[in-house]
């Protein structure tokens, strides 16, 4: 028992050494006697997961690398925590027995894990938009069928989870996805070609991984979240709207028919969504810096520009096509966000890479898992294709 006199909360981490990770760890070791932490995971920084398995104790610690999984082992020698590796290690680390799963790995090698997760039962705190994106029909079935529970971590879908009446969803005209813009939302077209990596991954209002960080410039990030948001919620396709609002201070809000609209605010920081999740139903204290609106005095708004961010237009294309085409969008999008971090291929080309991807291939209904991960590879040798020519 926790010194509150409640049931310690066990607790595994998907993707711990990332930054959702990290903030996830930042909120536990504030109150260690009320959690025990089960299981983390990592794709190669041993350093810190060994950091942080020293620090929560878990039973189990899993590494994506293969290759890394004796210096692992060295390093937590005589510590009676089991450690495993490769994608099936992950796997067996989400399927430890926990209450709670915080799923954030970056991209789809987060689907398997995070679905191990959720077959067992587990409340799934959901950061991996991918799972959703490439999977989301066949995902959610999986969620229901083995009465798992979801929670959004994703701010947006957070703030919209906080203000949605699921008594009553009649009662929702629309919901309004926030964003940001990114870095480059004053930027024209032609200069957008030169780009880096190291500029694009600078988000003006949150610290995030490279990856989602790219997106965020692209808008790519926007329209994952209008297809993660209409698998979470009980809405229609062409009830999900996206305003740019630059100061990130509405996370997303929920439009009644009456004429209502409620929002989520608060600063741009990730522990308030982690928190709502690690604690819910309830609200737990955060050290997050609290809201100051007359400091912020401001609070804009703007229509985004698909010309100048096709990514958005893809993605909210993708929806409406359904079947494989969100899969082959993620699928892409994350070889050509590889590529432009890897300076590859420019910044403009990875919207262009993933509309070719999505012109070439068949858009076909998926199935079953077999079907999608036909898809998810064909997507993937397709963009690396585009990327080597
Ligand atoms: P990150 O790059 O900081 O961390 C990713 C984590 O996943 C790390 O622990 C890494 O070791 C692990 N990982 C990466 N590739 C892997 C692989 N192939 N196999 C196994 N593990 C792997 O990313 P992040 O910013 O923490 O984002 C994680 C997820 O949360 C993403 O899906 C992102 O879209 C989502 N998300 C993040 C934020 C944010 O503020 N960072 C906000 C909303 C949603
Ligand atoms: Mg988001």
Request: one cysteine or more; charged letters at 20%.
């Amino acid at each position: 028992m926790a010194s509150s006199g409640k049931a310690r909360r066990t607790v595994s981490l998907l993707g711990s050494t990332g930054s959702i990770g990290c903030s996830t760890l930042d909120l536990i070791g504030r109150d260690p006697d009320a959690y025990d932490v089960v299981a983390l995971t990592a794709r190669s920084n041993i350093e810190l997961l060994v950091d942080q398995a020293k620090q929560f104790s878990p039973q189990m610690v899993a590494i994506a690398d293969p290759d890394l999984y004796q210096p692992l082992k060295d390093a937590l020698n005589g510590s009676n925590i089991m450690v495993a590796a490769g994608p099936s290690g992950l796997v067996e680390a989400a399927e430890q027995n926990s209450d709670w799963v915080m799923a954030g790995i970056v991209g789809s090698a987060g689907l398997w894990p995070t679905l191990a997760a959720a077959r067992r039962g587990a409340t799934v705190a959901l950061a991996n938009k991918e799972c959703l994106v490439c999977a989301g029909d066949l995902f959610v079935r999986e969620v229901k069928e083995s009465n798992a529970t979801l929670l959004p971590v994703d701010s947006e879908h957070n703030a919209i989870f906080q203000v949605f009446d699921f008594d009553r969803p009649e009662s929702i005209d629309r919901i309004v996805l926030t964003a940001s813009g990114g870095p480059f939302r004053e930027l024209a077209y032609a200069e957008m070609a030169d780009i880096t990596p190291e500029r694009a991954v600078k988000h003006p209002n949150w610290a995030m991984g490279a990856k989602i960080s790219v997106d965020s410039a692209t808008l790519m990030n926007k329209g994952l979240e209008a297809i993660e948001a209409y698998y979470l919620f009980p809405i229609e396709k062409d009830q999900i709207d996206i305003i740019i609002h630059p100061q990130s201070i509405i996370h997303s809000m929920v439009a009644y028919r009456d004429g209502s609209v409620l929002a989520q605010l608060g600063v741009a920081d990730m522990r308030t969504p982690i928190a709502y999740t690690l604690a819910w139903p309830e609200r737990i204290q955060t050290p997050v810096e609290r809201l100051d609106l007359a400091e912020v005095a401001t609070l804009q708004f703007e229509t985004p520009d698909l010309s100048r961010f096709p990514a958005l237009r893809l993605a909210r294309e993708a929806l409406q096509t359904g079947g494989a085409a969100p899969t082959i969008l993620n699928a892409a999008n994350e070889v050509a966000v590889e590529g432009f971090l890897q300076h590859k291929v420019g910044f403009l080309d990875i919207p262009r890479i993933v509309e070719t991807a999505l012109e070439r291939m068949e858009l076909a209904a998926l199935n079953c898992w077999d079907d999608l991960e036909q898809v998810d590879r064909d997507a993937r040798a397709l963009a690396s294709s585009l990327i080597a020519q």
